[in-house]
């Protein structure tokens, strides 16, 4: 079965820096579907970034871009220039493309992010 | 209004009770989806509705009733719940290509539901 992990329960920020979430993936398929979400306090789950598996190139989404490695099954997120409104839950998710998949999305226990003015 | 909305945002509800959930999208997409969030633990798909056919039914206890009388409603309809079922119940949707649920599912804000 497709497992996600998400070894960092919290992570902290500095206001304009960088940072990195981790997330390492299981499966044995080879064509898949992997995504970030963003959960503010305010609870509505928003899409951040998504990326498809037989991509080579890395998505970005404007301060946001991810480091796919398909080979190592690991999908980090990096955030950069963090804003204040960046403080949120992150969950990494896992869909695989094929029929039977059903929508399934497998996701992550989360990451919580604070950033620091 | 726009995007993914849920009613009520919060829901307290005895053991003995019946009540229902509410989604509709807005974004013309014929796929939805319930899912449960508890503390701690990732979320868990519960129901998926493809062209208002159920299409996926994850193990979840019969007191959860899923109906989608429409591809813009989703319904999730309580009875005789357990203090354990609290949680955050998110409805997603996302559009459906021919059977093959691998677009972006899109959330609405969750129902806070507790079970007293």
């Known amino acids: 079965a497709q497992t996600v992990t998400q070894s960092q329960p919290e992570m902290s920020v500095q206001e304009a820096e960088t940072v990195t979430l981790s997330c390492t993936y299981d499966?044995?398929?080879?064509?898949?579907?992997l995504f970030w979400y963003k959960q503010p306090p305010s609870r509505q789950m928003i899409l951040v970034i998504r990326?498809?598996?037989?991509?080579?190139q890395n998505a970005t989404e404007n301060r946001f871009s991810v480091n796919f490695q398909k080979a190592a099954k690991s999908f980090s997120l990096k955030i950069s220039d963090s804003q204040l409104g960046d403080a949120a839950m992150y969950f990494c998710?896992?869909?695989?493309?094929?029929?039977?998949?059903?929508?399934?999305?497998?996701f992550g226990k989360g990451t919580k992010l604070s950033v620091k003015p | 209004e726009t995007g993914v909305t849920q009613t009520p945002r919060h829901l307290v509800m005895g053991m003995t009770n019946k009540k229902s959930l509410k989604c509709e999208q807005h974004?013309?997409?014929?796929?939805m989806y319930w899912y449960k969030q508890s503390a701690k633990k990732p979320l868990e798909l519960m129901f998926v509705?493809?062209?208002?056919?159920?299409?996926e039914n994850n193990s979840v206890p019969s007191r959860f009733s899923p109906e989608c009388p429409n591809s813009s409603h989703l319904f999730l309809h309580l009875h005789t719940l357990q203090p354990e079922d609290s949680a955050l119940y998110l409805c997603?949707?996302?559009?459906?290509?021919?059977?093959?649920?691998?677009?972006?599912?899109?959330f609405g804000p969750g129902t806070r539901l507790t079970v007293l």
């Open positions: 997603a949707s996302s559009q459906d290509i021919a059977g093959i649920s691998t677009d972006t599912q899109y």
């Open positions: 499966t044995s398929e080879s064509d898949y579907y």
């Open positions: 990326q498809e598996a037989y991509k080579q």
């Open positions: 998710a896992y869909l695989m493309n094929y029929g039977g998949s059903q929508g399934n999305l497998i």
């Open positions: 974004l013309g997409h014929n796929a």
């Open positions: 509705y493809s062209l208002e056919e159920r299409v």
